[in-house]
């Protein structure tokens, strides 16, 4: 399920599972907003396991990034693969929610591009 990979003062990186979908959407959600309600103001949506995402989870991400626009904080979307890199675009996400190529880059807060760091170390953490 949902694994908490790291918490270091008001940001936590958590690790999506395979898939996210009708079935565990809305549980992985209410736990991340657990998260938020523990003073977490930066969470960090690794999903470099994400084989497979559905509306469902697409709903989720988006809920999850208004609820933390309203708390003043910030949700990151990390190592998404090519595949749904490519439907964030045609769904016109990437505005409201840039995907970062790492979880590293989404700690610093560098978005995907041609010159984007594809190295992840979490040392600082």
């Known amino acids: 399920m949902l694994r908490v990979r790291v918490r270091y003062a008001d ?8 898939e996210v979908d009708y079935d565990n959407a809305a549980d992985i959600g209410a736990r991340c907003e657990d998260l938020l309600k523990e003073g977490c103001a930066t ?42 890199q490519q439907v964030w675009r045609i769904l016109g996400l990437e505005t ?23 190295s992840e170390s979490l040392d600082h953490a």
């Open 96 to 118: 409201l929610l840039p995907v970062f190529r790492t979880v590293q880059a989404a700690l610093d807060g560098r978005v995907t591009g041609a010159c984007a760091d594809t």
């Open 11 to 18: 940001t936590t990186v958590v690790r999506l599972p395979t």
């Open 43 to 84: 969470l960090v949506l690794d999903a470099s396991d994400v084989q497979y995402l559905d509306s469902s989870g697409v709903g989720m991400i988006i809920t999850l990034s208004r609820a933390l626009d309203d708390r003043a904080g910030t949700l990151r979307l990390a190592a998404l693969s090519d595949h749904y």
